[in-house]
């Protein structure tokens, strides 16, 4: 049995290791949890005597199996979460990360079964973000972002990495949401911002912008 803040660290460090082959840095951990390195460096032993992590002082931290597992087990629910409360609830995909946030941690195992079931077995979050199997198995799939695109690129959007509740309205003003259709027509010199064909109109978004969004690429 784990605390709520101990697991938020477990989730916290999954998260940015999947953006770096080397070990998690503690100030960005730091960042990511929103504290002081020293409250981070005070947790890290916690979860290392616990065998949650593998961490060596001034190196990082990675998570060790039984970290990793845990990990996967609290991204599972809040992604599980977040479809219930778009699907069955109605809330809109900019409501719901921080309501999922507090029911992650809710442990039962039997509970996050029904609730899978429940929903039909879903492969993806309103985000877009991959729902990992009650065996913490991922769907292997293929995403970019869209900055990494070019000039005459046709793609899906499937997902996105940036989560607050201002960014998604305003994609949703620009009416880029999963599932849309877009083509890279322009992307400025001056400033990478890019102007996207999107069902017959045009839409200029910021370099800032397409960093966030995820595009299954054709």
């Known amino acids: 049995m784990h605390s709520f803040t101990e697991e938020n660290y477990l ?3 999954y ?3 999947q953006f770096t ?3 998690v840095q503690t100030n960005a951990i730091a960042d990511g949890m929103k504290t002081r390195p020293a409250s981070v460096t ?3 032993k916690k979860l290392s005597d616990k065998q949650l992590i593998d961490y060596i002082k001034y190196q990082g931290v990675t998570l060790t199996e039984k970290g990793k597992t845990t990990a996967v087990g609290i991204v599972r629910k809040h992604r599980l979460w977040e479809v219930f409360l778009v699907e069955k609830l109605k809330f809109k995909w900019d409501e719901v990360h921080d309501i999922a946030e507090e029911l992650e941690h809710i442990n039962s195992a039997l509970l996050v079964e029904r609730l899978d079931e429940f929903l039909g077995f879903p492969k993806r979050d309103p985000h877009g973000d991959l729902i990992p199997d009650q065996n913490g198995f991922f769907e ?6 869209l900055h990494e695109m070019s000039c005459g690129n046709k ?3 499937i997902g996105v990495s940036e989560y607050s509740s201002a960014f998604l309205k305003h994609l949703e003003r620009l009416g880029l949401t999963i599932g849309i259709i877009i083509e890279i027509k322009e992307i400025a010199d001056y400033d990478g911002s890019v102007e996207l064909l999107v069902d017959g109109r045009k839409i200029n978004v910021s370099r800032e912008v397409t960093q966030h969004i995820l595009i299954n690429y054709k």
Not at 140 to 145: A, S
């Open 11 to 13: 989730k916290t460090i």
């Open 15 to 17: 998260h940015l290791s």
């Open 21 to 23: 082959a080397s070990p």
């Open 42 to 44: 005070d947790m890290l």
């Open 140 to 145: 292997p799939v293929q995403n970019i972002h």
């Open 155 to 157: 793609g899906v959007i």
